[in-house]
T-cell receptor, first 111, second 112 residues
Framework: ETGVTQSPTHLIKTRGQQVTLRCSSQ?????VSWYQQALGQGPQFIFQ???????GRGNFPPRFSGLQFPNYSSELNVNALELDDSALYLC??????????FGPGTRLTVL | GQNIDQPTEMTATEGAIVQINCTYQ??????LFWYQQHAGEAPTFLSY????GLEEKGRFSSFLSRSKGYSYLLLKELQMKDSASYLC?????????????FGAGTQVVVTP
C-alpha cells in the first residue's frame, strides 16, 4: 500500500509569485484535503476535493485554488504569494469522510 | 463554527502517565481524532472516537464525552520518543462535511 506523497519537499518563492504543490493520495482513497500549518499552530483547513470537485472550503481567499484529477491526485495553487503564506502545506487523503492520513508536507518560504 | 481548546504544553517524566485534555464547541460533530506530530514532520493518526467512552490502543487511550464536548488522550509508560505535539481534531457534518478542525496542539516534553 502506497502512502500519501507530496512534492516538492521545500520551496522558496518571492512575493507576488505563483506556486503549485502536488499530492498523490494513498491507494484506495478518493478524497483529498489541504491544510496550511504555521509554526506552532495546528493545521488550518484550506479545502477538500471529492470526485474532482471542491467539497468544502475554509477561510482562505480565492487566490488559493485546487484541482483533483481522475486518479485522485491533487494540486494546490497559490497566486500572488504573500509573506504570510510561508508555512507547511499538508495534504491528507481519506476514503470519503474516514480517517485522514497526511503526507510529509511541503515547506513553503516566501521572501 | 467550531472552537477547539487544548493546553499549550505539558511536561512529564519517562515512565509516567500524561493526560491531554481537549474541549470543543461545534455546530456539527461527527467524530474526534487525535494525531501525533513530531517537529518538522506530518501528523500521524493515533485514535478516533465517535461514541462516548474509552478507546484503548496499546499505551494510548482516548476518551470522549459528547454531552460535555470533551475528550482526553492518555499516554501511559511514557517514552522519550513520545515527545511531540498532540493534535485534537473534530470532524464536522452537513455544511462542513468531512472537514477536520484542528486545535493548536499540545507540546508534550518527556524528561529522563
Amino acid at each position: 500500500e502506497t502512502g500519501v506523497t507530496q512534492s516538492p519537499t521545500h520551496l522558496i518563492k518571492t512575493r507576488g509569485q505563483q506556486v503549485t504543490l502536488r499530492c498523490s493520495s494513498q491507494s484506495g482513497h478518493n478524497t483529498v484535503s489541504w491544510y496550511q500549518q504555521a509554526l506552532g499552530q495546528g493545521p488550518q483547513f484550506i479545502f477538500q476535493y471529492y470526485r474532482e470537485e471542491e467539497n468544502g472550503r475554509g477561510n482562505f481567499p480565492p487566490r488559493f485554488s485546487g484541482l483533483q484529477f481522475p486518479n485522485y491526485s491533487s494540486e494546490l495553487n497559490v497566486n500572488a504569494l504573500e509573506l504570510d503564506d510561508s508555512a507547511l502545506y499538508l495534504c491528507a487523503s481519506s476514503l470519503y469522510t474516514d480517517t485522514q492520513y497526511f503526507g510529509p508536507g511541503t515547506r513553503l518560504t516566501v521572501l | 463554527g467550531q472552537n477547539i481548546d487544548q493546553p499549550t504544553e505539558m511536561t512529564a517524566t519517562e515512565g509516567a502517565i500524561v493526560q491531554i485534555n481537549c474541549t470543543y464547541q461545534t455546530s456539527g460533530f461527527n467524530g474526534l481524532f487525535w494525531y501525533q506530530q513530531h517537529a518538522g514532520e506530518a501528523p500521524t493518526f493515533l485514535s478516533y472516537n465517535v461514541l462516548d467512552g474509552l478507546e484503548e490502543k496499546g499505551r494510548f487511550s482516548s476518551f470522549l464525552s459528547r454531552s460535555k464536548g470533551y475528550s482526553y488522550l492518555l499516554l501511559k509508560e511514557l517514552q522519550m520518543k513520545d515527545s511531540a505535539s498532540y493534535l485534537c481534531a473534530v470532524r464536522g457534518t452537513t455544511d462542513s462535511w468531512g472537514k477536520f478542525q484542528f486545535g493548536a496542539g499540545t507540546q508534550v516534553v518527556v524528561t529522563p
